[in-house]
Structure formats: structure tokens, C-alpha cells
Nanobody, 119 residues
Framework: QVQLVESGGGLVQPGGSLRLSCAAS????????MDWVRQAPGKGPEWVST????????AYAESVKGRFTISRDNAKNTVYLQMNSLKPEDTAVYYC????????????WGQGTQVTVSS
């Protein structure tokens, strides 16, 4: 059974930091790109960051570039999102997403973790 379980969200003051984790099981983790996607209240989903199966090629949305860092530990089947210098506009539910193109393909989502940035 495929599972993606996010953790690490919470309430933080502006300028603070959080580290999100997403633990994966039920599929070959290292074969999948891992994304972080967020959705703020009343808004559509926003892609945040991507990392390839080997841990290279990280990419970031302009809105988080220089503040967020994505990484993964394939031995632990876990992807991380280190978020620094948080702003109120980073408030959202953060989801991890596992994607594999080709045959067989795959597209899995976690349940999300709430991040609230507020004083």
C-alpha cells in the first residue's frame, strides 16, 4: 500500500524556520521525483519545489528561492523541505507528491501538513 506521510508543520513567527518531512512507503522511492506543493486558503495549488530520484536537480518556485531547500534521504525513503525566513504568505497546507514518468508511471500524494506563519 502506497503511503506518503507529511510531518513538521505548525505555527511559526515571521522570520522563523520549519523543516517538513515526508515519509514514503509502498513504492520504489528512489525511482520517483518528489515535489512539494502548497495550497493557501482560497487559492489554487502552487508548486514549491522538486528533486529528482537521485537527489539532484533541485528546482524552486521564485517565491521561495533562496529561503527553502529540498533534500531527500533514499535510505530512509524520506524527502524534506527546510523552510527559512518564513513569511505570512507562506501560510498553506503543504503536500508532498511522488511522480514517476514512463512505464509504469506513478503519481501519489500525501495528506498534507499545515504551516501557519503569524505573529
Amino acid at each position: 500500500q502506497v503511503q506518503l506521510v507529511e510531518s513538521g508543520g505548525g505555527l511559526v513567527q515571521p522570520g522563523g524556520s520549519l523543516r517538513l518531512s515526508c515519509a514514503a512507503s509502498g513504492f520504489t522511492f528512489s525511482s520517483y521525483y518528489m515535489d512539494w506543493v502548497r495550497q493557501a486558503p482560497g487559492k489554487g495549488p502552487e508548486w514549491v519545489s522538486t528533486i529528482n530520484g537521485g537527489g539532484g536537480g533541485p528546482a524552486y518556485a521564485e517565491s521561495v528561492k533562496g529561503r527553502f531547500t529540498i533534500s531527500r534521504d533514499n535510505a530512509k525513503n524520506t524527502v524534506y523541505l527546510q523552510m527559512n525566513s518564513l513569511k505570512p504568505e507562506d501560510t498553506a497546507v503543504y503536500y508532498c507528491n511522488a511522480v514517476k514518468v514512463g512505464v509504469p508511471s506513478g503519481d501519489y500524494w500525501g495528506q498534507g501538513t499545515q504551516v501557519t506563519v503569524s505573529s
